[in-house]
């Protein structure tokens, strides 16, 4: 079958603008947790979160801003990295040859909560048209799609912060078949009142005010998860087809995939985790004892954190294999934060150090081989990154140099 | 009520629509929009904004038949002659 290598990479992050400040922080430990400042949290029940700010002037064309979410502005910005570091254009490629795969959780939520108010409180004369699709889950995938003149496969997945994979391997599929370059992965966030109400409404968020105590998964301390906003987007090809257009270095090769869904509660059986791990393996053509690194889902939730952690330790033995979770410094990026972690894998491999997690103070599962507060260099040729979604989904995704 | 003009409409693309770096609004009067970078959705955006600052109603043909801001100038003064 036709290999897929990652030959470009984008990155938007709380502790970092672009892939390398986004590598150096997380290398350097440094966490882009903070206290939330885009409105008022003391009346909700979470108060830390993975902001980023920037000036999208500095960065869009002025036409883009009046159509776009904040999560839209920072996928395109992600979008031209990638397509930059790729050394790639589609708008002068054949057409049709360029396509993008993004995955969504909630769209432009914080747009339709604008219009939404400028409905309610002025009336329907103050709702923009722009409403008609900057919401929308597909959004991002139409912005770059139109900005980059990538008229191929488009299409968006939702499987709430599992997405991010499922996107990489139909972007993977596109390539086999034909297609000559994907842009693929999600940069996805919302830190309005509307959606934190959802996002805290589901139960899995911490509501601890300290940033270096709130985030704390696979820790006894462990109290739910961070919301955050960024991620990462990768450009897809076949290596001779990058090889074509000149392009000969690559970050790695997606090797492995599966996506399984959790039985419905009460039925007793295992959770799916386990299968997507084990048909991603079978996938890659590798066992267990071929993978360097897991980049965990590490939901900061504990029960879900001992159901990772017990099925880790049952697929590679006990402490079997390094496990990490950068995004202990990002929070978690809904779809976005998955493909973080596949670029984050990347620059691991490339580097051959494992990045740390951080502020975990007392390790909850002693089977659990954490790379904690200081990188651990490491001779690595494959990783395996994981991810969980809301209502049962779960993939896995495995890479090799 | 006062008369619209070139500034006036520029003023409401930017807010409306935005404007690109790139692009030249001055002297436009008989540019398509198309030229300029506005499309079919940053007009209706647009128009809409003029409706409601000026409390005009513009026929809905406006969107497509004012291609140009010379023709939607035209259409807006029309309106607000019709209004007054």
Known sequence: ?401 | MAEFTLDDLIAVLKEAAGADEGVDLDDILDVPFTDLGYDSLALFNTVNTIERDRGIALPDETVVEATTPRLLLDAVNRGLAKAA
């Not at chain 1, 002025?62 to 050394?87: I, S, W």
């Not at chain 1, 969504?104 to 939520?109: E, K, L, V």
């Not at chain 1, 139109?146 to 596109?174: C, T």
């Open chain 1, 1 to 401: 079958m036709t290999e897929v290598v990652v030959t470009g990479v984008g990155v938007v992050a709380p502790n970092g603008w672009g892939v390398e400040e986004y590598w150096a922080a997380t290398l350097a430990g440094r966490s882009g947790l903070g206290p939330l400042t885009r409105f008022d949290s003391s009346g909700y029940r979470a108060h830390v979160a993975g902001e980023v700010n920037f000036t999208p002037e500095d960065h869009l064309p002025g036409r883009l801003l009046p159509q776009t979410d904040h999560m839209t502005r920072l996928a395109l910005v992600a979008a031209a990295e990638a397509l930059a570091d790729a050394g790639a254009d589609p708008a002068v490629m054949p057409d049709f040859s360029a396509g993008v795969v993004t995955a969504a959780s909630a769209g432009g939520f914080e747009f339709g909560q604008k219009e939404l108010r400028a409905l309610w409180s002025k009336g329907p004369a103050y709702v923009s048209a722009y409403q008609a699709f900057a919401w929308f889950y597909p959004v991002n995938t139409g912005q770059i799609s139109i900005r980059h003149g990538m008229r191929g496969p488009g299409s968006a997945l939702v499987a709430e912060q599992a997405g991010g994979l499922d996107a990489l391997a139909k972007a993977r599929r596109h390539v086999r078949e034909g297609t000559a370059l994907m842009l693929a992965g999600a940069v996805d966030g919302s830190l309005c009142p509307w959606s934190w109400l959802c996002l805290t409404r589901s139960g899995t968020v911490s509501p601890r005010r300290d940033p270096r105590r709130a985030f704390l998964p696979f820790d006894a301390d462990a109290s739910g998860g961070v919301p955050g906003e960024g991620g990462a987007l990768l450009v897809l090809e076949a290596p001779e087809r990058a090889a074509e257009r000149g392009q000969h270095r690559h970050y790695g090769r997606i090797a492995g995939y599966a996506a399984t869904f959790d039985p419905r509660p009460g039925s007793g059986r295992p959770p799916g985790l386990r299968r997507a791990i084990d048909t991603a393996l079978a996938d890659a053509g590798l066992g267990p004892s071929d993978i360097d690194v897991v980049f965990a889902d590490a939901s900061g939730v504990a029960e879900q954190d001992r159901a990772e952690a017990e099925v880790l330790s049952a697929v590679f033995g006990p402490r079997g294999v390094p496990v990490t979770a950068p995004k202990t410094m990002t929070g978690r990026l809904l779809a976005g934060g998955a493909p973080l972690d596949v670029a984050a894998a990347l620059l691991a491999l490339r580097d051959a150090v494992i990045p740390p997690s951080v502020h975990i103070a007392q390790p909850a599962h002693r089977d659990l081989d954490l790379v904690r507060d200081r990188p651990r260099p490491a001779r690595l040729t494959s990783a395996l990154v994981l991810a969980r979604g809301h209502g049962g989904f779960n993939s896995a995704l495995v890479l090799t140099r």
